[in-house]
């Protein structure tokens, strides 16, 4: 693969504290900064993502993958060793990465059914040394029935990857009782709401909150929409794989 020089990301501290209150450390920067230049120099030959522009990057990858999970950065005590992440349709990797730099002490399984996506975040994580992710090569459906995964995980992190309703069913069989999804989307209606809490509510869970923002460089509207896990999801979820998409709870 040709060696490209991407440029630097822009230093971003006084926007993270003001806005998330928190700030990365000078190693966390340094690793933002190599897994940026090894996304440019894969997205030569795979497209991981179309974002390559340094402050786009900042904000639509890092920040954004971070101010889904800002309230951990700020009460870290929910967080015990070993919390175990699920990043489904990871895709170029964010949100789940960015998560396996800020919190290393945790474990952040890295789903995604493209395989050759899969063997590039492998090598882009040997290249950083993380070693807290696990890349899978899979579907959520499958995953969800699958006893070593099934009610296993603390958080599931599901970014763009379908409608609501559909990323419930995907999420909320691999969650523990009491373990939150956090469903990121741009805009929200309450159309939309009425929706997810139906099909939240016959797959063992409760929408907690939506949280709605905008982005600190363009002002772009997004929300996180954060389902809890109050129950055991029944059997029959997640639907066989295709299934919830084709047919949305």
């Known amino acids: 693969m040709n060696q490209i020089s991407a440029p630097q990301l ?3 501290n006084a926007v993270w504290q003001e806005t998330l209150n928190w700030q990365p450390t000078p190693e966390q920067q340094v690793l933002f900064q190599q897994l940026f230049e090894l996304i ?42 070993g919390t175990k992440f699920i990043d489904i349709g990871t895709g170029g990797g964010f949100p789940g990465i960015a998560l396996a730099i800020i919190f290393p002490e945790s474990s952040v399984t890295l789903l995604d059914s493209t395989r050759k996506k899969i063997t590039a975040l492998t090598t882009i994580l040997e290249e950083l040394k993380i070693n807290n992710t696990i890349p899978w ?14 009610e296993s995980y603390d958080f ?22 009491g373990g939150t999804a956090i469903l ?8 939309e709401e009425q929706q ?25 509207i997004r929300h996180c929409l954060y389902l809890k896990k109050v129950r055991p999801t029944a059997k029959q979820y997640p639907r066989a ?8 709870l």
């Not at 497209?47 to 999970?69: A, C, V, Y």
């Not at 599931?156 to 419930?168: D, G, M």
């Not at 990121?184 to 159309?191: L, N, Q, V």
């Open 10 to 12: 822009p230093d971003m």
């Open 40 to 81: 440019i120099q894969f997205n030569q030959q795979l497209n991981l993502t179309r974002i390559t522009e340094p402050q786009e990057f900042w904000e639509k990858h890092l920040w954004d993958s971070l101010r889904g999970i800002s309230f951990l950065l700020s009460e870290k005590n929910l967080l015990s060793p």
């Open 137 to 150: 090569v899979g579907r959520a459906e499958a995953l969800g029935q699958h006893p070593k995964h099934r």
């Open 156 to 177: 599931a992190l599901l970014r763009a990857v379908a409608p609501p309703s559909v990323s419930a069913e995907y999420a909320l069989p691999l969650l523990k009782v």
């Open 184 to 191: 990121y989307r741009g805009h929200w209606t309450p159309e």
């Open 196 to 220: 997810l809490i139906s099909a939240v509510k016959q797959l063992g869970g409760v929408l907690e909150s939506v949280d709605g923002f905008t982005t600190p460089l363009t002002q772009s």
């Open 241 to 248: 794989i295709g299934i919830p998409g084709q047919k949305p």
